[in-house]
């Protein structure tokens, strides 16, 4: 597809780079899980702050993999990523939801902004390209690979603020013993 011939580096970057990400985190995951004296994350807590840079970093992923595929014209890809596009904005508002809802950590303006109004235009920025790929080819083209590298940026920093906050806190929780 001519489309989409110039957007075939940008997608292997973007999407090994997801892939790679969402391994590190289970990594991570697993660390932190098996840490002595690490207290266990409340399931609120997990569904608000850390599953969301999964879901970002598999969506850039599915993107990624979508747009390399030989499809024989644009439309159905443009149907795959204005569905991701809507799917993800139900969710960033699912994840609003628990952000409010938590009660381990008082969440501040940063956290409000990354971990639902970015994610929030990223999906819809790809839910409205979907929609303007007929008549704006190539701005629509831009749009998505601006979403997909929106979300990896998002899931990068939620990530680092994740381990970031839990590293901090178990020094401090072993500085106190």
Same mark, same amino acid.
């Given at each position: 597809m001519t489309a989409l011939a110039g957007w075939g580096n940008f997608y292997v970057i973007v999407g090994t780079s997801a892939g790679a990400l969402i391994g590190l985190q289970f990594v991570? $995951? =697993? &660390? $932190?899980?098996?840490m002595p004296n690490t207290p266990k994350p409340s399931p609120q807590a997990v569904h608000? %702050?850390? =599953? #969301?840079? $999964?879901?970002? %970093?598999? =969506?850039?992923?599915? &993107?990624?993999?979508v747009l390399n595929a030989p499809w024989p014209g644009i439309g159905t890809a443009a149907v795959i990523w204005g569905v991701v596009g809507l799917s993800g904005a139900v969710y960033a508002v699912v994840v609003a939801r628990r952000l409010q809802e938590q009660n381990v950590y008082l969440a501040q303006f940063e956290d409000w902004l990354f971990h639902?109004?970015? #994610? &929030?235009?990223?999906?819809?920025? &790809? !839910?409205?390209?979907?929609? !303007?790929?007929?008549?704006?080819?190539?701005?629509?083209l831009f749009g998505v690979g601006g979403a997909a590298l929106l979300l990896l940026l998002i899931g990068i920093h939620n990530a680092w603020d994740s381990v970031t906050y839990i590293a901090i806190n178990h020094a401090n929780k072993k500085s106190k013993d």
């Open positions: 991570v $995951i =697993t &660390l $932190i899980d098996n608000a %702050f850390s =599953t #969301p840079s $999964i879901v970002y %970093f598999g =969506t850039v992923l599915l &993107l990624s993999a639902a109004l970015l #994610p &929030l235009a990223a999906y819809a920025t &790809l !839910a409205v390209s979907a929609y !303007a790929v007929r008549s704006h080819l190539r701005e629509a």
